[in-house]
């Protein structure tokens, strides 16, 4: 049996791996209020703003089996102070005049981003009661939401008090006092370093892959997470702005209401999943709220400005639906494989920014009519 006394330091681990994941998420969401100095200084239209902020989501997505395999396998607090430093670095880097030195600075960004919500389930996972993981879960989830919020609106002040370069190297030196932090305090959970050891990688990935309901769970991980990805995470601001002639502030703080909505939900919908033990109804109630309310934000006509944030309330916090996801990735694969099968689940998660996000940039770009706000298409 492994000691699940919670220490100081599995406290500590737990929020540190959380303000990490925290930290990730205001940087995953950065293009959406940085948009238009974006397409200003490096001279982008919708579909090229749109390749370059799904950088970040390319290698996210593509590490997130490898971090997963390494969790299983090593230090946690080496793992995760590593993976924070290439982040801040990447961060720094995005503030380039230079498309391809942002590029690369974005692509860093989502290979350290990779390993945040990982590291929180597996400490979870492993160093805390089994009962509460959904809600452990949840409040991470929550804690990545209030990230994302303070990448919008409170981002997009500071963008305005420091400028934005400056804003993006300030965010990378609180990302190297976060990696110095851990590598001092986190501990990786005790009897856990060696036993993925025992088998190899393939087979791990076999057992994994071999499970039909893993997939059927990541098809619903990665359309669930999606508005997050489509709206929140890049488009919903230059939407609104459009659609309502709003300020980029005023979008800004609308659009957080999808990141308050994930705030509240996410523990809720976490508690209640692991009080009635229920995994299906929660996934299911998520889903239909959620297509409800973004079928009336994009499709009713003369929608008026003050039912939006409401909508967008109910359209994030639909998306912690994922969430329970989660556990039952957890509860359906092997003890020896778990940060690998998250990883597995958080990857088709975040699919999304590398597949919806283009996506949706090219279908905006082949649709314009050559009109111009402000200097940017």
């Given at each position: 049996m ?9 406290f ?22 940085l ?5 200003a ?30 969790f ?9 102070s ?15 005049h ?60 500071m963008?305005?008090f ?19 932090s ?86 809720l ?15 299911r ?17 003369d ?6 944030p409401l ?17 039952c ?9 778990i ?8 990857m088709?998660?975040?699919?999304g ?25």
């Open positions: 492994m000691n699940k006394t919670i220490t100081w330091h599995v500590a681990s737990y929020l540190l791996a959380t303000t990490f994941l925290c930290y990730e998420m205001a940087l995953q969401v950065s293009p959406n209020v948009a238009h100095q974006l397409m200084s490096l001279h982008l239209n919708a579909a090229s703003l749109s390749m370059l902020a799904s950088c970040y989501f390319y290698t996210y997505t593509s590490m997130q089996i490898p971090a997963g395999l390494l299983d396998r090593y230090n946690t607090k080496y793992l995760l590593f993976a924070i430093i290439i982040c801040a670095a990447g961060t720094f880097l995005f503030q380039s230079f498309i391809a030195i942002a590029a690369l600075g974005r692509t860093m960004m989502g290979a350290g981003s990779a390993f945040a919500f990982i590291s929180v389930l597996f400490i979870a996972a492993y160093s805390l009661p089994a009962r509460h993981f959904a809600l452990l879960a949840g409040i991470a989830q929550l804690l990545a939401a209030f990230g994302a919020f303070i990448g919008e609106a409170p981002l997009s002040a963008t305005q420091l400028g934005w370069q400056q804003t993006l190297v300030t965010l990378a030196f609180i990302g190297m006092l976060l990696a110095f851990t590598l001092l305090i986190v501990q990786s959970p005790k009897r856990t370093l060696n036993r993925a050891k025992k088998i190899s990688i393939r087979q791990q990935l076999a057992t994994i892959s071999k499970n039909k309901q893993t997939w059927y769970i990541a098809l619903y991980a990665f359309f669930n997470w999606g508005p997050i990805m489509i709206l929140a995470a890049l488009w919903a601001v230059p939407y609104l702005v459009s659609r309502y002639q709003i300020t980029v502030a005023h979008a800004a703080s609308l659009t957080g209401m999808m990141w308050i909505g994930l705030i509240f939900i996410s523990p919908l976490g508690w209640l999943s692991d009080r009635f033990r229920q995994r299906l109804k929660p996934m109630w998520s889903a239909t709220s959620g297509l409800i309310a973004t079928l009336l934000l994009l499709y009713y006509p929608l008026s400005l003050r039912y939006v909508l967008l309330f109910i359209i994030g916090g639909a998306c912690s639906g994922q969430i329970v996801s989660f556990a990735v957890k509860e359906l694969n092997k003890e020896n494989t940060a690998t099968a998250i990883g597995f689940n958080n088709a998660v975040v699919a920014g590398a597949v919806l996000q283009p996506l949706v940039g090219y279908w905006l770009a082949g649709h314009w009519k050559h009109q111009m706000l402000n200097s940017v298409p």
